[in-house]
Structures are given as structure tokens and as C-alpha cells.
């Protein structure tokens, strides 16, 4: 796809100007690409759009979880870089009682907060820290949040408010977490970036100043990177924590995410060298950056399913039989071939074929107009009008959502049945989303903790409405499954449960399931250690440029 020259020339001055803003605040060497000078280290990470703000326990997409979460926050525990391992981290240790109600954290001393120009800490991470985070996001009354009303939808999705009954400080380096029932996933959950730990200290702060909301947009945490500036659809600026407790996996001291929407933008500056990573590239900028020669390309299968949502709570939507027929109308397999030029497969169902608990005897659905008007006529929906929104984004698990859009339109028109084409800015689009606005949605999720509840539970489940059950499905029956099999720790057993959870929905069709794709980074030649993390993930510790 051909660019005008004055957008990648605009692009390319706001980089420059982000690095020089270094050298003007810092005395940096200023320099106008990724790399090494005078021994100071800078990547520029052309990613792929704005965060909906800093603070990961509100803005839960993987564009903010890693402008935030994974750059500036640590989490008690966190999956080890490229596994879906837990390892330990800002607890060392951990013991669970006999009964598996409570959940004992030893914390690691010594970790230093982040200092900015907005916060000084007076103090290490401790247990108040651990207390604060998990209280704002399971109890209500906690005054900050009274200071700043704040909606916690991973947290309200997997239902902690009701599983955990108590956090408790024994003293500054041990936390104890009494649970009401016995959740197998307690901990993978905990290692998730929307629970990473605040400061109390800065919370206290901002809360006595007036200023909670700050919180989110001027963050203070104790991971590897500082956060200097943003400034919204152009670039963020971060600077390497001097202080952090991992350094030695810190090999950058300056990092900026040039914010670049579109995709063919990305690839050209790579190719220019003016970016050092760039993600959620189109199949045809993969190959031509292959073919280039100047650029290498990772690539591993995706551990995500792009799909479509279909809002059961819409009167149009609430027969079965009319998205089962929306189902029937769409033609995948030309979607595979032109959204994913073939790289992805077809999805049978909600989990990808790499989690355990899937329901291998599910089948990708058929393509099948005729048999999809005959269910519209039968459940007197000829005249079916809908509103389609597609992202305006590329994300791992969708690398062109309007083509597919457009696509799915053409297809539903062939059925009679009319597709109004609808998107918003990406947050806007997140948020109009789970108030529950559009008719069908395009999304799609990448797992972010290796265990089928986190598809299950967050996509699916009663709780999930309002959050990322953008279908705003609530089946008794399914639920049940799902709540269940949180309460057995041996995963042959809950793989029974899911997968007959699995087959629930197979029938009532509240999601189209559409593909499962490969994800691909590109990587300037002097970039070592970056690693595609199966979860979908973006981190920079143990990357650096020579």
C-alpha cells in the first residue's frame, strides 16, 4: 500500500522530536533512530495506537497493558518472559494453607517506587502496597475509591470482589489473602497486568491533594521503565528506573512508543530505520519486509481467536435461530485467505486448539446462505438490519478488521440481510462497547494466563456483562459450568466442565467464531533479545540494540 510522503514525513519529525526532548530534559544523546551513541541505549517501538489511559486495572486492552502494565508496573507474581509459567516477583514467596482458602505472599524487600517530577517516595514497596491494590479492586467502599470512581472490569469479570474476603497486613513484608471458595486460578489471575501493584504512599498523596484521577495519568510504579511524557496518537516517552530490583534485565535507557495507526506507516519505517519493533503488520508488509532482506521477522502461532460478538440482549438478536443463520451467512474460509492471506486458521469455537479444556469434537461452522434464509424466515427476521462495528486497530488476532467488515457485509447482503458499518476511536469503540451499544461487535481476545477460564469466565460469564462480554450472555447453566470448575484443582475434571460449557454455546451462537492467526513482530538487525510472548504481551525487559 502506497503512503503519501507528508504522513511518513510528519511521523518520522515526531520521533526525531521525541528523541530530542530527551536531550532537552535529560542531556541524552540525541539521536533520530533506535540505537547506541555515546553509550546511551534508545529503542523506538512503533506501536499500534494509544493507551486508554495508565492505570491497568481500568484500561484492560493489550494497547494499554502494555504502555502501561508491562513497562512501568510489576505484578506479585508474573509469567516468566515467553511461557505462561508463573515465576515470583514482587512476592519471592508464596504458601497456600492445606484447605486452600488462604494465600500467604512474602514480599521482596528493597524495591524501589518510581521518582518522577510528580512523586517522591518516602518509602520501599511494602505490604500497605499489596492491601491498597487488591482492596481498590474488590472493595467499594475503600475511600479512594470514593475519591475516584473507577470501573474494574477484569477484576469484576473473574469475580474477585466475591472470591476474596479479606487482604490482611501481618506485618511490612507479608500479606495474607483469605479466599471464600477455592479458585484454581487464583494466582495465574493475580499474575495478570490489570492486578499489578500501585503505590498506597501516592495514592494517599493524590487523595489528600484532590487529584485521585492522576492515578491514571500520571503513573508511579516499580517497573523497569519511568514514564517522562505522553502525548495522545504520537509518542510516549520512558526512561530506564535506575533503581529497579531486576536491573539486570534492563538493557535499554531511553524507550519510546511512536504511536503509528497505520500499519503500512509501521512498515515503512522500519524499512527507513526509523523504528527498531514494529507489531500487527498486514500479511503483504511481513512478506515485503521478509523479501527486504534489512529486517528479520519473527513469527509463532497466536494463542488468540478473532470473533464476533452478537448482542443477545438486542430484541433482533435474542432468537437463536437468527445468529445461527448470521453464522451460516458468512464465507470464512475467503476470509482467511484475505484477511489472514491464508496464515490463520479457521476457529471451531472460542478457545484456540493450544488450550487445554477445548472441546476438540467442535467443528467450524458451515458457510451456507440458502439454509441461512431459511432460519431467518423461520424465525420472522427477513428485514434484518444490523450495525457492524469493526476495530480501527490491528491486533493480534485481527490484522484488518474493516476488510473483514466489509467481507462479513457482503456476505449478509447475499442472506438479505442489511450491515450498517460502524467504528470509533479504540477506546471510545471499548468503552460504547461494553455498554452494550452495538448490535455485533468484531473483537477478538488473546489468552492472558493459559487457563480456559480466563476465555470462558471473561467472555461468557454473567459477571463478564458490562466488561468483556461484549455479547452480554448469561446462561444459568453455562455459568454454573464455569463457576464450578474455578473450585477443582484437578484439570481433567474441570476440562468435563468445560468443554460441556464449551458445547452450551456451540448452540446458542452469542459469538461467530472466525479465525485463529499467526502473530509476527519486525525487528531491526540490531535488536537482540525481544521475545513474541505467547500471551500476547509486549515487554522489553532483556531487549537491547547494538
Request: charged residues 25%; negative net charge.
Amino acid at each position: 500500500m502506497k503512503t503519501p510522503f507528508f504522513k511518513l514525513t510528519t511521523l518520522a519529525t515526531i520521533v526525531a522530536g521525541a528523541v530530542g526532548l530527551t536531550a532537552c530534559g535529560g542531556g541524552d544523546k540525541t539521536t533520530t533512530d533506535s540505537g547506541s551513541a555515546n553509550g546511551s541505549k534508545t529503542l523506538v517501538y512503533c506501536s499500534e495506537g494509544s493507551p486508554g489511559g495508565f492505570d491497568h486495572a481500568q484500561f484492560t486492552d493489550g494497547t494499554s497493558f502494555d504502555a502501561s502494565a508491562h513497562t512501568l508496573f510489576n505484578g506479585l507474581v508474573e509469567f516468566k518472559i515467553g511461557t505462561t509459567e508463573l515465576e515470583p516477583s514482587l512476592a519471592e514467596k508464596w504458601d497456600i494453607s492445606e484447605d486452600g482458602l488462604t494465600y500467604t505472599f512474602h514480599l521482596r524487600p528493597g524495591v524501589k517506587f518510581h521518582t518522577t517530577d510528580y512523586f517522591t517516595p518516602s518509602r520501599d514497596f511494602n505490604a500497605d502496597d499489596v492491601v491498597f491494590t487488591l482492596k481498590r479492586l474488590t472493595d467499594k467502599d475503600l475511600p479512594f475509591n470514593k475519591a475516584y470512581p473507577a470501573e474494574f472490569p477484569y477484576a469484576s469479570d473473574m469475580a474477585l470482589p466475591e472470591l476474596i474476603k479479606s487482604v490482611e497486613k501481618v506485618d511490612d513484608h507479608t500479606v495474607k489473602v483469605v479466599l471464600n471458595d477455592v479458585n484454581a486460578t487464583f494466582l495465574s489471575n493475580l499474575a495478570m497486568p490489570f492486578a499489578y501493584i500501585h503505590s498506597a504512599e501516592y495514592a494517599d498523596k493524590l487523595a489528600a491533594d484532590g487529584k485521585a484521577a492522576n492515578l491514571n495519568t500520571e503513573p508511579v510504579g516499580t517497573g523497569p521503565f519511568i514514564l517522562k511524557s505522553y502525548q495522545k496518537d504520537q509518542q510516549i516517552r520512558y526512561v530506564k528506573h535506575p533503581d529497579y530490583w531486576n536491573k539486570d534485565i534492563v538493557h535499554l535507557d531511553n524507550l519510546i512508543f511512536a504511536i503509528t495507526k497505520d500499519s503500512g506507516v509501521r512498515a515503512q519505517k522500519m524499512e527507513a530505520g526509523e523504528c527498531s519493533v514494529s507489531r500487527y503488520n498486514k500479511v503483504a508488509e511481513i512478506e515485503a519486509a521478509k523479501k527486504s532482506g534489512k529486517i528479520n521477522v519473527e513469527s509463532r502461532e497466536g494463542y488468540n481467536t478473532g470473533y464476533m460478538a452478537l448482542n443477545v440482549e438486542k430484541p433482533k438478536l435474542a432468537d437463536a435461530r437468527v445468529r445461527q443463520a448470521l453464522d451460516l451467512a458468512i464465507d470464512k474460509d475467503a476470509i482467511i485467505q484475505a484477511v489472514y492471506a491464508g496464515a490463520g486458521t479457521r476457529a471451531a469455537g472460542l478457545l484456540p486448539p493450544s488450550q487445554w479444556g477445548v472441546d476438540t469434537e467442535l467443528k467450524p461452522s458451515e458457510f451456507n446462505t440458502e439454509k441461512a434464509k431459511a432460519l431467518l424466515a423461520e424465525a420472522g427476521a427477513t428485514d434484518l438490519e444490523i450495525d457492524l462495528w469493526y476495530m480501527p486497530v490491528q491486533r493480534p488476532y485481527n490484522p484488518n478488521a474493516k476488510l473483514m467488515a466489509e467481507m462479513i457485509q457482503a456476505d449478509w447482503a447475499k442472506a438479505g440481510i442489511k450491515a450498517k458499518l460502524v467504528t470509533y476511536e479504540w477506546g471510545e469503540y471499548l468503552q460504547r462497547a461494553k455498554s452494550g451499544e452495538p448490535d455485533a461487535v468484531l473483537i477478538g481476545w488473546t489468552g492472558d494466563n493459559g487457563d480456559p477460564d480466563n476465555w470462558l469466565g471473561n467472555l461468557l460469564s454473567c459477571n463478564g456483562v458490562g466488561g468483556s462480554n461484549y455479547a452480554r450472555y448469561c446462561n444459568k447453566a453455562f455459568d454454573s459450568l464455569v463457576v464450578d470448575a474455578r473450585s477443582i484443582t484437578d484439570q481433567d475434571e474441570r476440562s468435563k466442565k468445560y468443554i460441556e460449557a464449551q458445547r452450551i454455546i456451540a448452540k446458542d451462537v452469542p459469538q461467530i467464531y472466525l479465525a485463529h492467526s499467526v502473530t509476527d513482530v519486525l525487528l531491526a538487525k540490531n535488536v537482540k533479545g525481544f521475545v513474541l510472548e505467547p500471551l500476547g504481551n509486549t515487554r522489553f525487559e532483556g531487549v537491547s540494540v547494538e
